[in-house]
């Protein structure tokens, strides 16, 4: 019953009409909304309202939540959702937004196997059955620039949806059980190669944040996928197939060249 009635009021939610400056949001912070067909917009749209609706935001250190941020994150966190099957990000109810990067106590395990703990500056972070926590001045960042691979919304709900199989652990649940095998392997090959291009100070397609675990690495290379597309297709093929397969996307093929969306490629970034 609870299931038939939550069906229903997203329904009725999805049938209001998108708000004029929303669409306007859209627009001027959200590149990547160009590029879907009209059919994906309107599915955007329609995340966009149950998502604001069931979700609630919160400003830190000062910060007055208005419509362009409250838009702009559930634009980006939706994304991720667009042509699959699931939910809206379950276990997260709510999103704190600070003006600028914001500390936190960490304890930090470094690849030499030393562990740190202390207070760490953040621009995003993604809590296991709890909330989101951005930066709103790294947001802003992330959309002046949309192909330079770091998109901070991208990345904590990436971890949201890591979170979904049980574990934050780069493993996120999977339509099939027998998909499971390839995705480690190819996965774990990459993130191997990251890590040993990282510790050799090699130029690398993707950020070498990624290198840190199996679960940045999976948060870090969603955000490639979706602003560095064709130069991820081009030099990590298996890669980007995994990806387009569990995100039903194919954005390399959105940012228009060729039929297989091998032009545009984009410089490493630094």
Not at 99 to 111: A, D, N, Q, T
Not at 224 to 230: D, L
């Given at each position: 019953m609870f299931g038939f009635l939550k069906r229903r009021r997203r329904e009725r939610i999805r049938s209001r009409p998108f708000p004029r400056d929303w669409l306007d949001i859209l627009?001027?912070?959200?590149?990547?909304?160009?590029?879907?067909?009209d059919d994906e917009r309107r599915q955007l749209q329609d995340h966009i309202k149950v998502f604001l609706c069931e979700k609630r935001f919160a400003g830190c250190g000062g910060l007055e939540i208005t419509d362009e941020i409250r838009v702009t994150v559930a634009a980006h966190a939706c994304i991720l959702l667009l042509n699959r099957q699931g939910d809206y990000y379950p276990r997260m109810k709510s999103i704190f937004v600070y003006?600028?990067?914001?500390?936190?106590?960490?304890?930090?395990?470094?690849?030499d196997g030393v562990v740190v703990e202390g207070e760490f500056s953040r621009l995003g972070e993604s809590w296991y059955r709890g909330p989101v926590v951005l930066s709103w001045d790294s947001i802003t960042s992330g959309v002046a620039d949309s192909r330079d691979g770091f998109n901070v919304v991208l990345h904590e709900f990436a971890h949201q949806l890591d979170s979904e199989s049980g574990a934050v652990n780069g493993a996120p649940r999977l339509e099939k059980g027998t998909m499971y095998v390839?995705?480690?392997?190819?996965?774990g090959?990459?993130?191997a190669g990251l890590v040993d291009r990282t510790e050799r100070h090699r130029p690398t397609t993707m950020r070498s944040y990624g290198a840190a675990?199996?679960?940045?690495?999976?948060?870090?290379?969603?955000e490639?996928?979706?602003?560095?597309?064709?130069q991820l297709r081009r030099k990590h093929p298996d890669l980007y197939e995994q990806?387009?397969?569990?995100?039903?996307?194919?954005?390399?093929?959105?940012?228009?060249?060729?039929?297989?969306?091998?032009?545009?490629?984009?410089?490493?970034?630094?």
């Open positions: 627009r001027r912070n959200v590149p990547y909304y160009s590029r879907l067909s003006p600028h990067e914001f500390f936190s106590e960490r304890r930090v395990v470094r690849p390839a995705w480690a392997r190819v996965l090959d990459e993130y675990s199996p679960a940045e690495f999976f948060a870090v290379v969603t490639c996928f979706f602003e560095k597309p064709a990806l387009r397969s569990f995100y039903h996307q194919n954005p390399a093929a959105r940012i228009g060249g060729d039929k297989d969306g091998t032009q545009g490629q984009l410089a490493d970034a630094p």
